[in-house]
């Protein structure tokens, strides 16, 4: 039984987050065109919302071109290493905290492990694996730049988001993510919601920004950067394998968004329900529910930046991740550390 809930709860996830994909890609073009003055996807379907679906196919349908010097295995593996890595840091979040269905209470997280904290990074750190193989193997010296580019990014940031991640478990005081969604729950002078995002400001901020170096997006897409590296590691890739990184990069936005929600925004906790009197039934639906809108936001948020700021050199990201980030997390970390010996 434990085994068939199990698989209906990845096969639900892995479902929601596929769908969340395409109405992402969908999202992003049309508010893009809103901001650029321009009309974006309006001809498959109403207001062109089977766009994406029609990008899928055109994708599947074409050839898969291999340059004749490229390491065949390694090409063809990386972008597999992508979205495996991407899908799979899903895993440990929580969209919910209970909900009792046909007798059965159900935990709405897929693997409720005990340090859901060290997954996430463990598994984030293997990303850019991905990318960095897929421009090596490729045979081609701008692929082989973006993966450079993708290697040093990770240096220069991971450090940071890891420091604004102790933060918050030192506040939260556990490694499960659950637990850190609870602790959240509570209240700072009876009205505040006790978010990490109003507990540790600062950590919330870098992470937010190393979040955008980790999804390779704009301002911080220097992996692709078209202008000097004709699509950075991807040059090389098409068809089915180049649709591959896309849905990757995508569902790498999703999770980002989901991780910022459960670490910092309440995760699914809602204030003030607790006053409402709701059956618990309605209180695990509103929670499922509030986390969605949450991830929303976020994703929106992720978007119009995109649109709002330019792309930053490659030294004035080496410069932010080192010379900016990097000191400010570790005073905030120290900080933290001393707020909570002297309480």
């Known amino acids: 039984m434990e085994i068939l809930i199990s698989l209906i709860r990845i096969c639900v996830v892995l479902g929601v987050v596929l769908l969340l ?45 291999v340059p004749k010097n490229a390491n065949r295995t390694i ?26 269905l046909f007798g059965t209470t159900i935990k709405l997280q897929i693997a409720d492990v005990n340090i859901g904290i060290l ?45 604004s991640i102790i933060g918050v478990l030192l506040v939260s005081g556990s490694l499960r993510l659950d637990e850190i969604v609870e602790h959240q729950g509570s209240y700072i002078w009876g009205w505040l919601p006790a978010w990490n995002m109003f507990l540790q400001p600062v950590a919330f901020i870098t992470f937010v920004v190393a979040a955008f170096a980790e999804t390779n997006r704009l301002p911080f897409d220097l992996p692709e950067a078209e202008p000097e590296l004709v699509g950075g590691y991807h040059t090389e890739y098409s068809g089915l394998k180049f649709g591959l990184f896309m849905l990757s990069e995508y569902a790498n936005i999703v999770t980002a968004s989901a991780v910022i929600v459960t670490l910092f925004l309440g995760g699914y906790n809602v204030p003030f329900i607790e006053q409402a009197g709701l059956s618990a039934f309605t209180v695990s639906i509103l929670q499922v ?3 969605c809108f949450k991830v929303l936001c976020v994703l ?19 410069n932010l991740g080192w010379k900016v980030m990097l000191p400010i997390t570790l005073a905030n970390l120290l900080v933290t550390g001393f707020v909570i010996v002297a309480l």
Do not use: C
């Not at 395409?22 to 919302?49: D, F, H, K, T």
């Open 21 to 65: 994909v395409v109405v992402l890609v969908w999202s992003e073009r049309r508010i893009s065109a809103a901001i650029q003055n321009r009309i974006g996807p309006n001809r498959v379907g109403p207001n062109g919302i089977l766009q994406p679906v029609a990008d899928v196919l055109k994708l599947l349908m074409k050839e898969d071109i």
């Open 300 to 318: 929106l948020f992720i978007i119009l930046i995109r649109w709002t700021l330019p792309r930053f050199r490659y030294d004035q990201l080496m």
């Open 289 to 291: 529910g509030a986390f």
């Open 119 to 163: 997954y996430i990074l463990a598994l984030t750190s293997m990303g850019v694996y991905g990318v960095t193989l897929a421009g090596w193997s490729s045979n081609n010296k701008y692929s082989l730049l973006g993966g450079l580019r993708s290697s040093a990014q990770l240096i220069s940031y991971e450090l940071s988001m890891g420091l």
């Open 75 to 100: 090409h063809d593996l990386a972008p597999i290493i992508s979205i495996g890595v991407a899908l799979s840091t899903f895993a440990v979040i929580p969209v919910g905290n209970t909900i009792e």
